[in-house]
């Protein structure tokens, strides 16, 4: 089992809808978690950090953390084009004092007009 | 700020050639990241460095050699280029302490023939 797992896609979704991304990770007690968007060409944006369990909204972007089921999500309302692009999500190991994060090999998502 | 910087932004290497990747950051971080990303895949950690003077292998070490004489300063050496080094190369920085948000800059494209 990968320590990140993300569904490779692509993931199409209609302009304006909402596009929802997910990630499950297996080490139980990690304590943060990130979302990079990486356009084509591109080097990886963090675009939300999340470290407790509930929502997080930044604008259009909201993550979800839930720790008892291992998973984290970001949600995109309102999908624009320019939304199209790799987004990465990474978990931080809770034995790592070092800031390591690991990488899942990132979710292709396709907005169409 | 300029953030993080890379060069060269690509190079050519011909098989057996050796140079270096040169990574900065302006934002007084104590820790640094080299990263590779091969086409379609996530990022794996070749080398990462917690402060001046202190560095430790990460998950793909072998051809690559780092040094951090500065906080701003962590190049990354190749030796003897192989075709296997093929990649765009990433180096991030993040603050120490508990966020552990890193920062990646614009990324060396690479080619080993």
């Known amino acids: 089992q990968k320590e990140v797992e993300q569904n490779s896609g692509p993931l199409s979704v209609p302009e304006g809808a909402i596009a929802s991304l997910n990630c499950t990770y297996s080490?139980?007690?990690?304590?943060?978690f990130f979302w990079y968007r990486q356009y084509s060409g591109k080097s990886p944006e963090l675009i939300m950090s999340?470290?407790?369990?509930g929502d997080k909204e930044d604008g259009r972007f909201t993550a979800q953390l839930n720790k008892a089921s291992q998973y984290v999500s970001l949600l995109i309302r309102d999908s624009q084009p320019s939304d199209s692009a790799t987004y990465l999500c990474a978990v931080k190991r809770s034995s790592s004092n070092t800031g390591k994060l690991i990488f899942g090999q990132g979710t292709t998502l396709q907005v169409k007009p | 700020n300029a953030g993080v910087t890379q060069t060269p932004k690509f190079r050519i290497l011909k098989i057996g050639q050796s140079m270096t990747l040169q990574c900065t950051q302006d934002m007084n971080h104590n820790y640094m990241y080299w990263y590779r990303q091969d086409p379609g895949m996530g990022l794996k950690l070749i080398y990462y460095?917690?402060?001046?003077?202190?560095?430790d292998k990460g998950e793909v070490p072998n051809g690559y050699n780092v040094s951090r004489s500065t906080t701003e300063d962590f190049p990354l050496r190749l030796e003897l280029a192989a075709p296997s080094q093929t990649s765009v190369y990433f180096c991030a920085s993040s603050p120490q302490g508990s966020s552990y948000e890193q920062y990646f800059g614009p990324g060396t494209r690479l080619t080993v023939t």
């Open positions: 460095s917690v402060g001046a003077g202190i560095t």
């Open positions: 999340i470290y407790s369990n």
């Open positions: 080490d139980r007690v990690s304590q943060s």
